[in-house]
C-alpha cells in the first residue's frame, strides 16, 4: 500500500472551511484514497473515498489532483465537534474482501470557538 | 442498530497474564477486524477474521490470537502479556461483499493497562 504524508497539527477557527492535505505521490492507479478520523476516546469513522474524480457527503468533499498525487479533505463549515484526529489511507480496491486498513499518525485538527 | 460493540471497556492485567477481549460486529456485517492503538499512534492492524478462519495478519506474535464464532462475534486473545501490550484495543466490522470500497466500522475500543 502506497505512503502518505500528513501535516501533524493544524488549526481552524469554527464556522470556517477546513482543509485537509494528504501526499501520496506514489499511489498506484488502482488504489484509493480514503479518509477517516478518530474523535478522543472513540474508534475511527469513515468519512469519504475516492478514486480520481472530486467526491462529496453530507460529511466532507474529498478533492484528488489530476495526477492523483495528493489530495485534499474539506469539511465546509466546521464545527467544535469535528476536532478530531483525521487519517488519510491509501488502499488497493478489496477483492471481494475487506482489507486492512494502514494508518499514519495523522492530522490533529483543532476547531476553535 | 447497536453498531460494533466491544466489552469490557476497560481492563487492567499484570505481566504473563493473559486477556480475553470480545467483539460483536455491526449487523449484516460478516467480516472482523481488529486493531492496536499505543498512545499517540495511529491503529495498528492485528488481523481479519472471516467465516470462522483468520484471513488477514499483521506483524503481531503468535501471542495475539483470535476467534470469529457461528454468530460473526469475535474474541481477541493475548498470551503472557507484556508492558508493551497496554493500548487501546479497537474491533471493526464490515461486509464481505463485492463492493468495490472499504468501509469499516469501529467500536468504541477496549483500553488495556498491563501493569
Known amino acids: 500500500d502506497a505512503k502518505t504524508t500528513q501535516p501533524p497539527s493544524m488549526d481552524c477557527a469554527e464556522g470556517r472551511a477546513a482543509n485537509l492535505p494528504c501526499n501520496h505521490s506514489?499511489?498506484?492507479?488502482?488504489?484509493?484514497v480514503y479518509w477517516y478520523r478518530q474523535i478522543h476516546s472513540q474508534g475511527p469513522q469513515y468519512i469519504i473515498h475516492?478514486?480520481?474524480n472530486n467526491e462529496t457527503n453530507e460529511m466532507a468533499s474529498l478533492i484528488i489532483t489530476e495526477d492523483r498525487k495528493s489530495s485534499t479533505l474539506i469539511l465546509p463549515h466546521a464545527t467544535l465537534r469535528d476536532t478530531a484526529v483525521y487519517y488519510c489511507i491509501v488502499q488497493k480496491r478489496p477483492k471481494g474482501g475487506s482489507e486492512k486498513l494502514v494508518f499514519g499518525k495523522g492530522t490533529k485538527l483543532t476547531v476553535n470557538p | 442498530d447497536a453498531g460494533v460493540t466491544q466489552s469490557p471497556t476497560h481492563l487492567i492485567k499484570t505481566r504473563g497474564q493473559q486477556v480475553t477481549l470480545r467483539c460483536s460486529p455491526k449487523?449484516?456485517?460478516?467480516?472482523v477486524s481488529w486493531y492496536q492503538q499505543a498512545l499517540g499512534q495511529g491503529p495498528q492492524f492485528i488481523f481479519q477474521?472471516?467465516?470462522?478462519?483468520?484471513?488477514q495478519r499483521g506483524n503481531f506474535p503468535d501471542r495475539f490470537s483470535g476467534h470469529q464464532f457461528p454468530n460473526y462475534s469475535s474474541e481477541l486473545n493475548v498470551n503472557a502479556l507484556l508492558l508493551g501490550d497496554s493500548a487501546l484495543y479497537l474491533c471493526?466490522?464490515?461486509?464481505?461483499?463485492?463492493?468495490?470500497?472499504?468501509?469499516?466500522?469501529f467500536g468504541p475500543g477496549t483500553r488495556l493497562t498491563v501493569l
Open positions: 477474521y472471516y467465516e470462522e478462519e483468520e484471513r
Open positions: 471493526a466490522s464490515s461486509f464481505r461483499g463485492t463492493s468495490d470500497y472499504n468501509e469499516q466500522f
Open positions: 506514489t499511489i498506484s492507479g488502482n488504489e484509493y
Open positions: 475516492g478514486l480520481k
Open positions: 449487523s449484516g456485517h460478516d467480516t
